[in-house]
């Protein structure tokens, strides 16, 4: 899809989109994943930004930002994946592991290799930026999409795109490891897979939940014993044993977004 195509989509972008911000996460209430932007950087103290109808063009500043930066040019970027639907994080002009974690999910919706250093490809991306790719075309309108391929979890919330989360998910490597479960050493044998499919949120717990395969932070179960949780570690890779690992600063929020009985779709395959 060229520039012009990218910005046709961003025309399409849904008016009076919030930024809200809860539990130190900034999500996008109303944004499409593809549209224009708004207001300059939002100051660390507030909590709301708004983007309406007809503003100006979102201008990337440019300069070259790495893990670790810090100033008004990180706090635009942090905005700015806001207003798309991503969550960096507070918006306090720290690039630390949220926004990175915001940046790599941002750059592989785009097609870009996911990497730590914002530069001009993804300031490009950012001025003119794709929706997630749909993967049930006629899914209904609040629903859970994880594309295995791309490493991504969107949620859609009425139709508009709500969140959308770097993951981690089934490495779909053989394990056998022992336990203990339920008062005595057992052996766990499996094949590590998120299996593709159609399925609806079902049982959760909050905060830490241990299982006989390790600790989850608020888990959202979807099919058996899977759930969307958070992890410590959410590298680029696969790397579950077959939960959708998500950054911790996600899952804070996602139980107040998602709840019982909302369809999730798990499509594609990932390539190592």
Request: contains cysteine.
């Amino acid at each position: 899809m060229g520039v012009g195509q990218r910005l046709g989509v961003a025309a399409l972008m849904t008016a009076g989109a919030v930024l809200l911000s809860s539990a130190g996460v900034t999500l996008s209430a109303g944004a499409a994943a593809a549209q224009t932007s708004a207001s300059p950087a939002t100051p660390a103290s507030s909590a709301v930004a708004t983007v309406t109808a007809g503003a100006a063009p979102f201008v990337a500043p440019g300069r070259t930002l790495r893990l670790g930066a810090k100033g008004a040019t990180v706090r635009t970027l942090q905005t700015r994946l806001a207003e798309l639907g991503y969550a960096p994080g507070r918006i306090d002009g720290r690039y630390g592991g949220a926004t990175l974690a915001a940046v790599w999910a941002f750059q592989k919706v785009n097609g870009l290799s996911p990497t730590s250093t914002v530069a001009r490809r993804t300031w490009d991306a950012l001025e003119a930026p794709l929706a997630p790719k749909v993967l049930v075309p006629n899914g209904k309108p609040t629903r859970v999409e994880v594309n295995l391929a791309k490493q991504v979890m969107v949620l859609y919330v009425g139709g508009v795109v709500r969140l959308v989360s770097h993951t981690s998910s089934g490495s779909g490597i053989s394990y056998c490891e022992t336990a203990t479960w339920e008062g005595r050493a057992q052996r766990f044998c499996g094949d590590a897979r998120t299996p593709t499919g159609d399925y609806k949120t079902t049982w959760r717990r909050d905060g830490w939940h241990k299982s006989y395969l390790g600790q989850l932070y608020n888990p959202i179960f979807f099919n058996g014993g899977i759930a969307f949780h958070g992890a410590l570690s959410v590298p680029l890779a696969p790397a579950s044993h077959g939960c959708v690992r998500l950054p911790m600063h996600v899952a804070e929020v996602l139980p107040g977004l998602l709840g019982a009985g909302v369809p999730v779709h798990v499509r594609g395959r990932f390539v190592r």
